[in-house]
Structure formats: C-alpha cells, structure tokens
C-alpha cells in the first residue's frame, strides 16, 4: 500500500481552513446553518482527478467516467475537454453529455451504455444518437438490441458487447455499499458463453467482459474474482466459438479515500498473471468507469448538528440539519467526516474518537434518514456538553450521488444552499453578501424543474410554450446568468400572481 491518500478529502474548505474560519461569525453562521446547509463546489477538482485517474489507467484502456455520479456540465464538459470516455445508464444521460457538447464521432467510441437491463426505446435512441457500445447480461436486452438495430439499419457487426460477469462466488463482493450486485447483475460461466452465442448468431460482436466489485471497494483485491472469471472465459470463448476477446472492463467502484496508485499496482500485475495462468496475453484494452472516484470531492456539505441521544447500548444517535432526506442517497457512500465546535464564536476541529461511535442521521423523522451507522466521532458529541449545540459538520464525498437526487422531499426541508469557494467565505462573513446568496440560489432552483417540464409539453399541448426547443432550455440551464435571470423572473411573476390573486375576497 502506497502512503497516498486518495482525493476524497481535498477541497478548499479543508485546505483554506485558516482563510475562511478565522474571520467567521460564529453564531451568525450557526444560524444559517439552522436554515439550510450548504453544499460547497468546486469542480475544478475532477480535472486533477483525471489526470491522477489517466495516470495508471490511461495508458492501458479508455477511462469512461459514468455519468449518474454526477452530471453538473462543469464536470461534463471538463471531462470532455481531457478527451475522457462516457459510462451511461439512461438515455437521458446521453442527452445530457449531447447538450454539454459530446459529438457523435466520441460517442460511437467512446461511450459505454453499461446498464444491461435498458428500455427499448433508450436502445434506439441511443444507436440513433451513435452509440455502438453495450453491456449486456441477459437474452432480452440482445434481443431488443438486435431488433432495433435491424430496424434502423445498422451494421450488425458494429454493435459491441461486453457481458457482463458476476464478481463474487455468492451475492456479495464485499461489505461496502452496493456490494450486492450480483442479486440483480451479471452471469457465470455458462450463462457467459449462451449469451456469446446468441451474439454471435445475431452477426453482432462480443468484444469483452466487465463486472462491477461494488461502489466504494475499499481493497482492490475484490476485482480479483472477476478478473480470474474473465481470463477463463476469454479462453473458453477461443476454444469453444473461436472468438478473440480484446477488452477487460473493470468498471467503477474506486473508493475516493484510497489512492489510485494502490489500485494500480494490484490490478494490473493481477490481470497480466490471471490471463498467463490461461495461457493468454493480458487483454489488449484495460477499460474502467470510475464515477464516485472522480467526482467524490467536486462538494462538500456543511450542516450543524440539532441532537445527540443515546440509546440503551451507548449509541450514541446524533441528528445533523442535513441528510439523506434533502440530499438523495448519502447512506454510507464512503463519506468522510469533519466536526468543528465554535468557541468564542470561532472555529476549533474536534479529534473524533474510534471508542465513541454514533449512528448520524438528518433531520426528517424516518429510520432511512441515516447517513452512517457505527462509526466514531468526538467525544464532545455528549446531550449533557452545552458546547455540542455549537458543532458544525463538513460532510466530505457529497459531489457523488447525491446532488442530482437534491429535493425539497420530507418535512419540507429547505434544500442546501449551493455555491462556490469564494462565495460561501462570503456568505458567512457578510450579511449583505449572505441575503444575496439566499436569493440568487433559490432563484436558480426555480429554474431547473423547468427541464422536466420542458420533456412533457408539446406544440400539441401550448402552441407558445410548445414551440421552445430542448437546445434553447440548455442553453439557459448551462449558463449561470441566464438561469439566474430566469429563476429571478419566475419569482417576480409569482410575486405579481401573489398581488393580483391572493387575498382579494
Ligand atoms: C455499470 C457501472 N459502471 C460504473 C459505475 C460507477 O461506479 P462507481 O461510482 O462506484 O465508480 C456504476 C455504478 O453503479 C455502474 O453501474
């Protein structure tokens, strides 16, 4: 193990600790934080990512980031930009990659459609927009594949499949989140080889294998049943239907904590020894899809704590302003930690203690609320410690999977507020720069379910409203004035409909 730390921590709210706590004003930030929480960004950082990312894997395959970890244009269009390959889901999330600038010649090379249980009518606009490459681990979704593609008359040939494979010998990889994969992903052996067959009699390509260890694997050694999988069934595949298997997918799953490096240097000797032991060379490409990895630390969230009770076996139950409820799915997704205590109105970082552990929970009333359960925090994390009404918490690893699920979803939580670096040191330091940040970022918000509503209404249903394109909302959506500007509209309109509407009998 290299002594690297992987990037899950680094953000500028660690690093310009100094910078923005000193001038702070204690109480005043305690108050907004009983607000909302804030959910600081900086997505700058997923281009250092990749760079550390391509610097053990570029050279051996293509680094497909997948979109559902995080599908902020900034991050798309950075990624773009550093000539990276895409790993989607959905259709939509090919639409989004499509407005963010990703041209049909990089998408017939360099994205992976890598849920293998899709839609039909994702498949079809997913070839018709120029995707080539799917995974696939069941009869159905060839079929659909093979149907569609006759219909729109494409090459049969120029359709690549990857089968994917289970990762483990029973339903779990590891003890991670999402290490229970194989419940719903993936086949074995014999099952491998049927699909390859069915492939192939359709005139399409099987061109290799992937599996997915779990989101957030901690060791590297969990790919390794996987690996072992593929080396033997690229040479049953040889021996048994003549085919050549060129690509080894090792899918997502890097933990943000852990640095690449460590991964590096396990995977690669591992997978050159795995296909020696068949008696094969090690596959041409080394393929990988890191979400969480590249975008853990793009945000951080910033809530206080409300509660601390403990229970009958000494667990301590401490309840923060923001969780998963407001913040989509956070449970366990290797997040990381940091608490400060205000004293005297500044901020001091409290050491968290492996003897007192706690479960941490949002504020909505539900069980589900749970953004860890078992893990160690300050001793001064005590109901009968007066100071623990001044703990603030730094939330490390919310830039994955959690910011496009944000909603206004139980008890009528206000969502965090979302802002750069600069503007959060502004916020907590100025009133002024405090009310305008309130107002730019709720004005913002009410721009964006405007794309979901855009997807419903026709030229059929509003003549007007009907004859708007898709590219024109994009437009506005991926330009932080222009949506603001729209965001501030709605609410003057919804100011004058209050004026001209309510409480007039
Ligand atoms: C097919 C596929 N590829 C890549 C990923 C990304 O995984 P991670 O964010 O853990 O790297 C996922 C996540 O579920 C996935 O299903």
Redesign the pocket.
């Known amino acids: 193990m290299s002594t690297k730390k992987g990037p899950l921590t680094h953000h500028p709210i660690v690093e310009h600790f100094e910078e923005w706590s000193a001038p702070v004003n204690g109480n005043k930030f305690l108050e907004q934080l009983a607000r909302h929480a804030y959910r600081v960004c900086n997505y700058d950082a997923v281009k250092d990512n990749y760079d550390t990312f391509y610097d053990s894997f570029g050279k051996v395959g293509t680094i497909?980031f997948?979109v559902?970890?995080n599908a902020e244009p900034h991050v798309l269009k950075a990624l773009m930009a550093k000539g990276a390959g895409f790993?989607i889901?959905t259709y939509s999330e090919l639409r989004l990659l499509i407005e963010s600038g990703l041209t049909k010649e990089v998408i017939m090379q360099k994205v992976?459609f890598?849920?293998?249980q899709k839609e039909r009518l994702d498949i079809r606009k997913a070839l018709q927009d120029g995707v080539r490459n799917f995974?696939t681990d069941n009869i159905h979704d060839i079929r659909i594949l093979n149907e569609e593609i006759e219909d729109l008359d494409i090459e049969n040939k120029d359709i690549k499949l990857q089968i994917?494979l289970f990762n483990a010998e029973g339903t779990r990889s590891g003890e991670g989140f999402?290490q229970s994969?194989n419940k719903r992903?993936g086949v074995n052996g014999e099952q491998a080889i049927e699909l390859a067959k069915q492939i192939l009699d359709y005139g399409m390509t099987v061109s290799g294998f992937?599996f997915?260890p779990?989101?957030?694997?901690a060791d590297p050694t969990l790919w390794d049943y996987g690996i072992e999988h593929a080396a033997s069934l690229t040479k049953r595949m040889k021996e048994e239907l003549g085919i050549s298997i060129s690509t080894l997918n090792l899918?997502?799953?890097?933990?943000p904590a852990v640095a690449i490096e460590d991964y590096r240097d396990h995977l690669l000797p591992k997978i050159e020894a795995a296909y020696k032991a068949e008696g094969l060379p090690a596959p041409e490409h080394i393929d990988t899809?890191?979400?969480?990895?590249?975008v853990a630390n793009t945000e951080v969230l910033i809530g206080k704590v409300s509660n601390i009770k403990i229970n009958e076996d000494g667990t301590r139950i401490v309840t923060l302003t923001t969780g998963v409820s407001e913040n989509g799915t956070l449970t366990g997704l290797g997040l990381d930690y940091d608490y400060f205590i205000l004293k005297y109105g500044k901020a001091h970082k409290l050491e968290k203690r492996e003897d007192v552990r706690a479960n941490i929970h949002g504020r909505a009333c539900a069980d589900f609320d749970v953004l860890e359960e078992d893990i160690a925090i300050p001793e001064e994390l005590h109901p009968d410690n007066i100071l623990a009404d001044k703990v603030f918490v730094v939330i490390h690893g919310a830039g994955?999977?959690s910011h496009y699920m944000e909603r206004n979803f139980w008890c009528g939580i206000t969502p965090p507020m979302k802002l750069n670096y600069t503007d959060f040191k502004n916020c907590i330091t100025s009133e002024e720069s405090y009310e305008l940040a309130l107002v730019n970022s709720y004005a913002e918000r009410s721009g964006l379910p405007l794309k979901n509503a855009m997807t419903f209404i026709t030229d059929r249903t509003s003549d007007k409203i009907g004859a708007i394109k898709g590219a024109q909302i994009a437009e506005i959506l991926d330009n932080p004035q222009l949506l603001n500007k729209l965001g501030m509209h709605l609410l003057h309109s919804v100011a004058d409909f209050v004026h001209e509407n309510v409480g007039k009998k």
């Open positions: 497909h997948a559902k970890a790993e889901a992976n890598g849920q293998t995974s994917r999402s994969f992903y992937t997915h779990g989101s957030g694997s899918s997502g799953g890097f933990d899809e890191p979400g969480r990895w590249l994955a999977y």
